[in-house]
């Protein structure tokens, strides 16, 4: 005999289920650095794992939602990885060069995340053709949040007052985005001695002695 109660829908994913999502992520992840965007089909990406496209269908509702999950994957592991980091550091100059190069530490340490997500930039559109995955909107988010802190060290006294932030900012993230670039395609590029020179210029840029 029925109850007479609705179950009520499941919406969370169980730890099965969130740890094969991420197994088809990281699978996306090194083949698109391996094939490109336009080669890595969910057939292919589901070899890559030993898994069907069905599966995989099960899971991100087509390409486009796995390619969005990603690109939401790779920023969220790269700020993971810079925050603490970064905070571990006094408001200053320290924090500045602290998330400079900790930005281009994990791209050292994570080289197919940079591929991936450069090609992804540069050719990865939705099934409308018109709106990439990875554009400006993400760009200027990044940018954004770097003025925001640079504002605060400024007000703290940390840095030079009489630079611009969002000039800074920008300047700062084209330095960074660029090294992503070089390392899509070279993969002995000497990153930490990237770091440094740009870490270099930023600080005799911004501090205050």
Do not use: C, W
Request: proline content about 4%.
């Amino acid at each position: 005999m029925r109850s007479g109660r609705t179950a009520t829908p499941r919406t969370e994913p169980t730890f099965t289920e969130a740890a094969r999502r991420a197994q088809i992520v990281q699978a996306a992840i090194d083949t698109i650095a391996e094939v490109g965007i336009a080669r890595a089909s969910l057939a292919r990406i589901g070899e890559r794992i030993g898994i069907s496209k069905g599966l995989i269908g099960y899971h991100f509702g087509g390409k486009d939602e796995l390619i969005t999950q990603v690109v939401a994957e790779i920023v969220e592991e790269g700020k993971a990885y810079m925050t603490p980091r970064i905070l571990a550091e006094p408001a200053g100059p320290e924090m500045l060069r602290a998330y400079i190069e900790s930005n281009l530490a994990f791209m050292r340490e994570h080289r197919n995340y940079m591929v991936a997500i450069v090609d992804i930039k540069r050719h990865g559109r939705t099934a409308d053709g018109e709106e990439t995955f990875y554009g400006d909107a993400n760009i200027d988010e990044f940018a954004g949040e770097l003025e925001s802190g640079l504002v605060t060290i400024q007000a703290a006294g940390g840095l030079r007052p009489d630079f611009d932030p969002k000039v800074m900012a920008l300047a700062i993230r084209a330095a960074i985005d660029a090294v992503a670039r070089r390392l899509a395609h070279d993969p002995n590029l000497d990153i930490d001695k990237y770091a440094t020179e740009i870490a270099n210029i930023f600080d005799r840029a911004a501090s205050k002695r």
